[in-house]
């Protein structure tokens, strides 16, 4: 039973899961399909530059016509590499352990030799047993054995101190197992310079041959060990063929050399083809899957604009990857990863465009084979300027960032240079292509900004920099229309920056936010207090109910303006979001005086609710700088008492329950909001006027 429900467990499970698939692929058909047309932008190029057109050539055969590398490429002679692996392996002498055991043993043989020689002379035998016992010592050489039957015992023992001289020299000097014939030519040549009788040397060399033997015994696994060590110790053999270089002139045989270049640019069909169709398949899912991931995650993507910024991200990484190929001709320093990576910036956070700066640039590196030293340069300094663009106000920024990121990029690739002891023109050229590619790209990053800000109809730091200016059209109408209005969306915003700033949320965004989240009024301006200065009021003239209307119409009427003025969505949402689903509490009170029956759901706005920091911020300085008006006399205690009844109040009704609010952001903003108002309070002091000022 329990293995049966855990099969049907697992069947569900499956089922769920591809469900779960199907319902992802439905929900995320179009970037997807953005996505897989993207890979083919990639990979087309890929397979252009690594598989051209494909020759059945072999060594011997005439080539067709002239072949010129259509890219730099590099590969391992493995032939030549193991010729010279072989030709170190043969210098390696070979190892040798000394066995010190040896020499006492051999020293011992001497002293035995001449012990025992010396005990046949001594000896009381007649002579007769004497020579027998000296042949038989000899092994029957009579001439030795007739020789030193009547030496004296002294004269043996000299050539006992001789011989043992001889045979400390070789030994000291090392007999080697595998030579020890060698050594022992060396021992008869010392023997033969001496001042002896041949039948005196005779007995020297006798006694050498079966005293001698080897201290240096081979040792074979040793041995293996050091020629191993030094064949991997080789480096390998490293043809380098550089893009534009003649590799076979027309008509010429080819060569087995030049076979092998041919296949490492992809000219003849080779059985590793599909390694290299495998790795860049893999190259480019890796790269699509980490950026796919990073888009997914990043604070400005949510699942009403993946589509926009999936198309945005294709549309980025198809330019900078076609201008790449092209520029890659000129030096691999112009390859223009720095525009890439403030493009993502500006369209996306920096995660993300660190994210996607390092996958692309290590994509990049297969196709334009881009060394590690250009890659590190290209890579840091576009992370300079990422970091410079973190805290951009204006759009000077990006140029400034392009400067000090050329800069950085200038620095190491001179470093680059020396390092690599190339001729002062390249050095010099890199240096200029290193700063030039980030100015460069800096410009072109702005002139691409401008226009898929608009095309997209994004809200970028350069978007949100030309709507914050003041004389912007709907600013300037705003403020002609409805002065009232345009002068409490100007507090508002230094309001919410002020606080958006000091919880770390988006301050250029909702100072934007908040001079646009009231543009409706300008439909009806004098049916709202701040429009109303020297006019009668005209909600006396009106009932509640179509007070209520035009008053919350002003959010509809809003976000129809910003949609027929193209703002970007991310502006709409605070103009839809900054009354959330509150109360019109003055109309609804009013009402239920003359109608007890009145609904107090009829009477709030249709939403929807803040979703981020930013619009909650732009929320709550509304509702302050409005009822700032009236607090009467105002202090340090009286402000902070009525931010704090805004914030409860927001808080008790759950129009920050969709929003990543905390309560610690929220003890900030409310401190934020205290500061900002005593500033905008303040009052001089009444100093006595003097005499000459009462009477001129």
Not at 219 to 248: C, F, H, L, Q, W
Not at 420 to 438: A, E, P
């Amino acid at each position: 039973m329990k293995r049966n429900s855990r099969f049907s467990y697992n069947i569900f499970a499956e089922k769920n899961f591809i469900r779960n698939f199907i319902l992802y692929f439905k929900s995320n058909i179009v970037p997807i399909i953005l996505v897989i047309s993207l890979a083919i932008v990639i990979i087309v190029p890929m397979f252009y530059s690594y598989f051209p057109a494909k020759l059945n050539l072999k060594e011997g055969d005439v080539s067709p016509h002239e072949i010129i590398a259509n890219r730099d490429v590099s590969y391992i002679d493995v032939v030549k590499t193991e010729e010279q692996q072989e030709r170190m392996a043969e210098s390696v002498s070979p190892v040798y352990l000394l066995d010190r055991n040896k020499e006492d043993e051999v020293f011992a043989g001497v002293d035995d030799f001449f012990s025992s020689l010396t005990s046949i002379l001594s000896s009381k035998d007649d002579e007769m047993l004497k020579r027998e016992k000296l042949l038989d010592f000899f092994t029957n050489n009579t001439q030795i054995a007739d020789f030193f039957l009547y030496e004296p015992i002294g004269r043996i023992e000299q050539f006992h101190q001789t011989l043992k001289g001889i045979v400390y020299k070789l030994m000291l000097a090392g007999v080697r197992s595998d030579k020890i014939s060698q050594t022992t030519q060396m021992g008869l040549e010392a023997i033969a310079e001496l001042d002896l009788e041949e039948e005196e040397k005779e007995l020297l060399i006798y006694a050498l041959n079966r005293t001698i033997q080897p201290n240096l015994i081979y040792d074979k696994k040793a041995t293996e060990r050091e020629i191993e060590k030094v064949r991997n110790a080789v480096s390998p053999v490293v043809i380098t063929i550089s893009k534009g270089d003649v590799v076979v002139k027309e008509g010429e045989e080819i060569t087995a050399d030049e076979v092998k270049v041919l296949k490492a640019l992809g000219v003849i069909r080779t059985r590793d083809d599909w390694k290299v169709v495998l790795s860049i398949f893999a190259f480019t899912c890796i790269f699509l899957l980490l950026s796919f991931i990073a888009i997914k995650r990043s604070v400005v993507v949510n699942p009403g604009n993946i589509v926009k910024k999936t198309a945005e991200f294709a549309i980025i990484v198809s330019i900078v990857y076609i201008v790449s190929i092209f520029l890659d001709n000129i030096s691999p320093y112009l390859v223009p990863i720095p525009l890439l990576a403030m493009l993502v910036f500006a369209f996306f956070d920096f995660p993300t465009a660190l994210t996607v700066t390092l996958a692309f640039s290590f994509l990049l590196s297969f196709p334009l084979d881009l060394r590690s030293p250009i890659m590190f340069a290209v890579i840091v300094s576009s992370i300079v300027s990422m970091f410079l663009l973190r805290k951009m106000a204006k759009t000077i920024t990006f140029l400034y960032a392009g400067i000090v990121g050329g800069l950085s990029m200038s620095f190491i690739a001179l470093f680059i240079g020396l390092s690599s002891k190339l001729v002062f023109k390249q050095v010099g050229l890199n240096v200029s292509f290193g700063f030039i590619n980030f100015l460069g790209g800096s410009i072109v990053a702005l002139g691409m900004i401008f226009v898929m800000d608009h095309l997209f109809n994004e809200a970028t730091v350069l978007r949100l920099l030309e709507l914050g200016d003041t004389g912007a059209p709907l600013l300037r109408e705003l403020l002609t229309k409805a002065p009232g209005t345009y002068q409490h969306s100007m507090v508002v915003s230094n309001l919410a920056s002020s606080a958006a700033e000091k919880i770390g949320a988006n301050a250029l965004l909702a100072r934007v936010g908040a001079y646009y989240h009231d543009i409706g009024k300008m439909f009806h301006p004098y049916f709202f207090t701040e429009n109303q200065q020297a006019i009668p009021n005209i909600h006396d003239e009106l009932t509640p109910n179509l007070s209520k209307t035009v008053i919350i119409n002003h959010v509809k009427d809003g976000i129809h303006l910003a949609k027929k003025s193209r703002l970007p969505q991310e502006i709409i949402d605070f103009i839809a979001t900054h009354h959330g689903t509150t109360v019109v509490s003055y109309f609804y009170h009013k009402s239920k005086e003359s109608n007890g029956a009145v609904r107090k759901s009829d009477f709030r706005y249709s939403g929807p609710l803040p979703q981020n920091k930013e619009t909650a911020i732009v929320m709550l300085a509304d509702a302050v700088e409005a009822l700032a008006h009236t607090v009467s006399n105002p202090d340090f205690n009286k402000i902070e008492e009525m931010v704090n009844s805004i914030i409860k109040s927001r808080v008790s009704d759950g129009q920050l329950n969709e929003s990543d609010i905390t309560f610690k952001d929220l003890a900030e903003i409310k401190d934020s909001f205290v500061r900002t108002l005593l500033s905008l309070f303040h009052t001089r002091e009444s100093y006595p006027e003097s005499d000459e000022s009462r009477n001129g």
